[in-house]
């Protein structure tokens, strides 16, 4: 009996931990040019639940977005990071904090440049915090790997 009731417990939390996911990630890329490619990671989230921008304000408590890519001696990072989606300011009066947020979709897209014509990946992680109205979620970082063709 005992047994079965820790089976069951198990069960539960395993499920709750599981469906627990808001967000969800597409990683690709798109030549612009013979040796320039935009490496896009997009996170799709859920209704009701919101990713933090990579830039926060200064009284910001959120954790933000951060890309880190592996070393890759073929490629070389052309500029800054770019967010594009609608990103929202949220204001908490009462706490006096404030966060750069998405909702819904974001792209976060950087331009790399191929150091010669062999074909190689880009790859890396990506941190995230996602919260609701009603609690945040702890920070999750997911590996990519994205073939530049």
């Keep these: 009996m005992k047994k079965l009731f820790v089976f069951i417990v198990s069960s539960l939390l395993l ?7 808001p967000v969800s990630w ?12 935009e490496v896009h990671l ?3 989230i859920q209704s ?3 990713l933090y921008s990579q830039n926060q ?9 951060s890309v880190k890519f592996n070393n890759n001696p073929l490629l070389q990072p052309d500029g800054k990071i770019k967010e594009v989606g609608k ?18 979709t974001v792209d976060f897209v950087q331009l790399v440049k191929l150091k010669s014509t062999a074909k190689t990946n880009v790859s890396g992680t990506v941190q995230f915090q996602t919260c609701n109205d009603k609690k945040c979620l ?11 063709k």
């Design 15 to 21: 499920f709750t931990l599981h469906a627990q996911n």
């Design 26 to 37: 597409n990683f690709s890329s798109k030549k612009v040019s013979d040796k320039t490619f």
């Design 42 to 44: 997009t996170a799709d």
């Design 48 to 50: 009701g639940w919101h």
């Design 57 to 65: 304000p200064d009284d910001a408590i959120a954790i933000p977005t």
């Design 87 to 104: 990103m929202e300011k949220f204001n908490d009066k009462t706490l006096g904090v404030s966060a750069n947020q998405y909702s819904e």
């Design 138 to 148: 702890p920070p999750k970082t997911v590996p990519f790997n994205i073939a530049l």
